[in-house]
């Protein structure tokens, strides 16, 4: 309580990604569409899986809440990217930076969870395909998505509790274009040593553990891959190769930003960018183009669209 009542800093000021404004508008045009078709991509799986009853299946419904987190995660820095990139000084109160940083947490922990997840759910259906039905049934996937959230929200609470408690008295000065723990506990009127090997370590365990979890289950899976057909290594590899695709592009910036000490590298914001913007374009993107099931079901969708509006007029 008493760090808190030292508290002076009432707004955080972003240094930003350039101080050229030629390339500030090129990239807010650029980041703002990237957002537009992150938000149609997204949604247009979450409603293509929920109004086709063939994808009613536990690895549709774990791509839908991955749709959503997407949606979600990239909402959370974006918009706020944006406005920063269009006005001439870059702010944000010290409350709204402790919201920014708390649901980024949630939401970045809650996919690396549900990527595990899915990860479990291939390598159980491939690995053993008869059992499948009665050990990924509808009870477990939302148990398995509950657990995921709960996970998160305690991850997200450790790192804001951990962040909150520091006294913020004097510089008020981030460099970056969105809160988040590292380089706003740089700004604490303390020694943050103890408090960033805490984070890392938090932040560390998870993201290896859930990684070394995720290459070992797709390391059995193709394993198993000798014991099927023909048509059947396509079709999993099909799968998986989509799945390989997000892990490395999402775990990766993840990995390289919350692994390692209190240090920073002039890459920084460049893997941040690319880890808050783009990465939640790449799921729609993958699993779309990649998919024939979901790219018929959008399809279909689409024509029965096209029917009932003329059927209308």
């Known amino acids: 309580m008493d760090a808190l009542n030292q508290t002076r800093v009432t707004e955080f000021v972003f240094l930003g990604l350039t101080e050229n404004w030629v390339l500030e508008i090129l990239l807010s045009v650029a980041f703002f569409v990237t957002y537009v078709l992150t938000l149609l991509g ?75 997840v899915m990860a479990y759910d291939r390598c159980v259906a491939i690995c053993a395909p008869l059992h499948y039905p009665n050990v990924m049934n509808i009870r477990v996937c939302v148990q398995l998505v509950f657990a995921l959230w709960l996970g998160g929200t305690v991850h997200s609470l450790v790192q804001t509790f951990l962040t909150i408690h520091l006294p913020y008295c004097g510089p008020n000065i981030i460099d970056s274009y969105f809160c988040d723990v590292p380089p706003v506990i740089k700004l604490a009127c303390t020694d943050t040593y103890l408090t960033g090997m805490l984070i890392v370590s938090n932040s560390g365990t998870i993201s290896l553990t859930c990684f070394l979890v995720l290459v070992t289950s797709y390391t059995v899976i193709l394993v198993s891959l000798r014991r099927q057909s023909a048509e059947g290594r396509r079709k999993a590899l099909s799968t998986c190769s989509a799945h390989f695709m997000v892990l490395a592009f999402f775990f990766g910036p993840c990995i390289f930003l919350y692994t390692r000490p209190d240090t920073s590298f002039s890459m920084d914001k460049v893997v941040s960018v690319f880890y808050t913007v783009v990465t939640p374009l790449l799921n729609p993107l993958i699993y779309t183009l990649r998919n024939e099931e979901v790219k018929s079901a959008t399809k279909h969708l689409r024509q029965k669209q096209i029917f009932f509006m003329k059927s209308g007029t």
Request: hydrophobic share 55%; with cysteine; aromatic share 14%.
């Open 42 to 116: 997204n949604s247009l799986i979450i409603v293509t899986i929920v109004f086709t009853l063939r994808l009613h299946t536990p690895m549709y419904f774990f791509l839908s809440n991955l749709s959503f987190i997407d949606i979600c995660h990239s909402s959370v820095t974006v918009p706020k990217m944006l406005e920063g990139l269009l006005l001439e000084r870059k702010t944000i109160s010290f409350d709204n930076c402790i919201a920014q940083l708390f649901f980024l947490h949630l939401f970045a922990c809650a996919e690396i969870f549900l990527l595990t």
